[in-house]
């Protein structure tokens, strides 16, 4: 997976190494075997003073051609974002899709509301370029035509957007501050805003982030993530991670461990999120977690621990169960 930074890529990094060998080698490299090319990696002057968790193994598990500490815990970087998606996966199913649900807070007649509009989003992964190339305000533009052809045409309230949105970010930004949502609600209240006017409807209040699930109002309309598509596939889970894993999008993993913390636990945090994967990790892949450490669902944090012999076990587990999976996977020198 991608690393973040220098510093990230080079400081405490788990290199997880699942390669699928075939019979020949290129000249180069069948004078060499595995462990001296490896170790002469690792043990570059450059390098001098990290410590490495490495395993090289077949797509079994039962030959392993290379190990270095393979079970020292160690901060994983992007690797985390394959225990997130693979929780994910697991815990809600590959055809989850995610709700967004348009409630009007007053009174409508001859086109025109009097009162607010309010979109709550629970944890839509999916408003940014990486799944809509060009256009992160796709969804929104989607819900203010269905809003249009309710014969809606003016707004005298104001636009406010509640949950968890995070609308328009880049995969290199650093969205944990759950504690900042209202301002992050905010930039999704402004981009609806401007889908509103896109379609002709005025708005005469202003647009507001505000904190929480629960808007008042009566629902107007409920959209779906799976009304759109990416490559063609409905935006439902399994497709939605394909954009993810690619390009190694931190917001949108940390966006679906708070979305499998609110699914299953009601709540809307990292913690309770972790503490189901882990869960599903332990009980599924069969794996010990007492040294296993998830603050957070992208791996932006220095202080997640996950071994190469764990991160491999649950890419081997993946694999064998959920056969979309590893289509999220980046392939070296393709994409």
Request: charged share 10%; no cysteine.
């Given at each position: 997976m991608k690393m973040q930074s220098p510093r990230t890529a080079v400081r405490a990094v788990v290199c997880i190494l699942v390669l699928f060998f075939t019979s020949t080698l290129t000249p180069v490299f069948a004078a060499q075997s595995i462990t001296s090319q490896i170790d002469a990696i690792t043990g570059q002057a450059a390098l001098a003073g990290n410590t490495w968790s490495v395993i090289v193994e077949n797509s079994a598990g039962n030959v392993l051609y290379y190990s270095q500490t393979p079970t020292l815990t160690q901060a994983p970087a992007s690797n985390m974002k394959n225990i997130t998606s693979g929780g994910a996966f697991a815990l809600l199913g590959v055809t989850n899709f995610f709700v967004s649900t348009v409630y009007r807070n007053g009174t409508f007649s001859g086109g025109v509301v009097t009162g607010d509009i309010n979109l709550l989003v629970k944890h839509d992964i999916t408003w940014n370029t990486s799944v809509f190339a060009g256009n992160a305000r796709k969804p929104l533009d989607f819900i203010t035509t269905q809003l249009k052809n309710q014969g809606i045409t003016k707004i005298s309230g104001n636009v406010q957007v509640y949950g968890a949105c995070m609308y328009n970010h880049l995969d290199t930004d650093d969205t944990?501050?759950?504690?900042?949502?209202?301002?992050?609600?905010?930039?999704?209240?402004?981009?609806?805003?401007?889908?509103?006017?896109?379609?002709?409807?005025t708005v005469t209040g202003t647009a507001k982030g505000v904190a929480g699930f629960s808007p008042p109002g009566t629902v107007i309309y409920t959209y779906r993530s799976t009304n759109l598509t990416y490559n063609a596939k409905p935006l439902q889970l399994d497709a939605a991670c394909i954009a993810m894993g690619k390009v190694s999008h931190n917001v949108m993993a940390d966006l679906l461990l708070r979305h499998v913390s609110y699914e299953l636990s009601g709540v809307d945090n990292f913690t309770a999120g972790a503490n189901s994967v882990l869960g599903w990790v332990h009980n599924s892949v069969g794996l010990a977690t007492n040294d296993m450490v998830m603050l957070d669902g992208s791996g932006l944090s220095h202080s997640d621990r996950v071994s190469a012999k764990e991160e491999s076990a649950v890419i081997r587990y993946l694999v064998a169960h959920f056969p979309t999976w590893d289509d999220i996977l980046p392939i070296g020198c393709v994409d």
């Open positions: 944990r501050d759950i504690a900042n949502q209202a301002n992050y609600n905010l930039e999704g209240a402004q981009g609806f805003v401007a889908a509103l006017q896109a379609q002709g409807i």
